[in-house]
C-alpha cells in the first residue's frame, strides 16, 4: 500500500500556471512499479481522468481536456508525480487527485486502489 499526499493547489487567474505534486510513502522503493494519475472532481460533477503515466515515466496518456496544456512528469528517486497546468482556465476549477496502481497506468478511476486526499485548484480572475 501506498500513501500519497498532493500539494501546491491554490487560486490561480485564467491563462495563468500551476503546479501539482504527488509524493507517495510506504511504497518501499518500489515507487517506479506504479502506475500513477491524475483525477478531478469539481463541485456536483463526478470525478474525471485527467492523465496517466507509466511507472518509468515513458508512456502518457492525457484527456481531451487537458492535452496542449497540462503536463504530467515524474521522478521516481524522489517518489513524486507532478502536474503543471498552463493556461489555465475557469473549467479547470476542481480539486485534484492523484492515483497509484500497482502495474500498468489505467484512465478508469475504478482501476486504481491507492488515492490522494486532493489539492483544490481555483482558477478565476
Known amino acids: 500500500q501506498i500513501q500519497l499526499v498532493e500539494s501546491g493547489g491554490g487560486l490561480v487567474e485564467p491563462g495563468g500556471s500551476l503546479s501539482l505534486s504527488c509524493t507517495g510513502s510506504?511504497?518501499?522503493?518500489?515507487?517506479?512499479?506504479?502506475?500513477m494519475a491524475w483525477f478531478r472532481q469539481a463541485p456536483g460533477k463526478e470525478r474525471e481522468f485527467v492523465v496517466c503515466?507509466?511507472?518509468?515515466?515513458?508512456?502518457?496518456e492525457y484527456a481531451d481536456s487537458a492535452k496542449g496544456r497540462f503536463v504530467i512528469s515524474r521522478v521516481n528517486p524522489k517518489n513524486t508525480i507532478y502536474l503543471q497546468i498552463n493556461n489555465a482556465k475557469p473549467e479547470d476549477t476542481a480539486r485534484y487527485y492523484c492515483?497509484?496502481?500497482?502495474?500498468?497506468?489505467?484512465?478508469?478511476?475504478?482501476?486504481?486502489?491507492?488515492w490522494g486526499q486532493g489539492t483544490q485548484v481555483t482558477v478565476s480572475s
Open positions: 492515483a497509484a496502481r500497482g502495474g500498468a497506468m489505467k484512465t478508469v478511476a475504478s482501476d486504481y486502489n491507492n
Open positions: 510506504g511504497s518501499s522503493n518500489m515507487f517506479g512499479l506504479y502506475g
Open positions: 503515466i507509466s511507472g518509468n515515466g515513458q508512456f502518457t
